[in-house]
T-cell receptor, first 116, second 112 residues
Framework: GAVVSQHPSWVICKSGTSVKIECRSLDFQATTMFWYRQFPKQSLMLMATSNEGSKATYEQGVEKDKFLINHASLTLSTLTVTSAHPEDSSFYIC????????????FGPGTRLLVL | ELKVEQNPLFLSMQEGKNYTIYCNYSTTSDRLYWYRQDPGKSLESLFVLLSNGAVKQEGRLMASLDTKARLSTLHITAAVHDLSATYFCAVNSGGSNYKLTFGKGTLLTVNP
């Protein structure tokens, strides 16, 4: 149980284009989903927290207009990197929790983005 | 602001040896996690520690939590090559969204 998937697992795009990454909870309803970014050999940095049906809460320094997050259903959240640039190249990982008190986050397999 | 510090950041050890990774955090938290990450992969959950004095063991790994000292340890017993990975601790910063703050990770290399 508690499986989280991400799609795509790999994406290469040209600078200036937009890329959408999907995060799905396959066997549970995720009231809260988290989006992280990880640069090579570094730790995970939380970008934003999204609750189903409401606007995402972004961490300080994360541009909400550049990283659009939509959590339209209890099993799907999307992250769209708009007008991607090479510095946006990174490993993006989502996690999901059912949101009940003291619930564990379950991590997706990650999406590697390379912007040329 | 919650800060999580791990040490060491790099650990090279021989098979069969024991070692401990430390995780300190700066403010009160109600849970602490340990994760493993293999190169190019996402996170694998190892342990969730919920209370002071909690100790959990799985194979050659044992994690403990001292909430008074704000310290968790991940002890490796008789290391084997398969344990080579990056290990992260993460602390729940509280609030209704259960936000996690991660340490920088410890890159463990176990040499034959």
């Amino acid at each position: 149980g508690a499986v989280v998937s991400q799609h795509p697992s790999w994406v290469i795009c040209k600078s200036g284009t937009s890329v959408k990454i999907e995060c799905r909870s396959l066997d549970f309803q995720a009231t809260t989903m988290f989006w992280y970014r990880q640069f090579p050999k570094q730790s995970l940095m939380l970008m934003a927290t999204s609750n189903e049906g409401s606007k995402a809460t972004y961490e300080q320094g994360v541009e909400k207009d550049k990283f659009l997050i939509n959590h339209a259903s209890l099993t799907l959240s999307t992250l769209t990197v708009t007008s991607a640039h090479p510095e946006d190249s990174s490993f993006y990982i989502c996690s999901a929790s059912a949101g009940v008190p003291q619930e564990t986050q379950y991590f997706g397999p990650g999406t590697r983005l390379l912007v040329l | 602001e919650l800060k999580v510090e791990q040490n060491p950041l790099f650990l090279s050890m021989q098979e069969g040896k024991n070692y401990t990774i430390y995780c300190n955090y700066s403010t009160t938290s109600d849970r602490l996690y340990w994760y493993r990450q293999d190169p190019g992969k996402s996170l694998e959950s190892l342990f969730v520690l919920l209370s002071n004095g909690a100790v959990k063991q799985e194979g050659r790994l044992m994690a403990s939590l001292d909430t008074k000292a704000r310290l968790s340890t991940l002890h490796i017993t008789a290391a084997v090559h398969d344990l080579s990975a990056t290990y992260f601790c993460a602390v729940n910063s509280g609030g209704s969204n259960y936000k996690l703050t991660f340490g920088k990770g410890t890159l463990l290399t176990v040499n034959p």
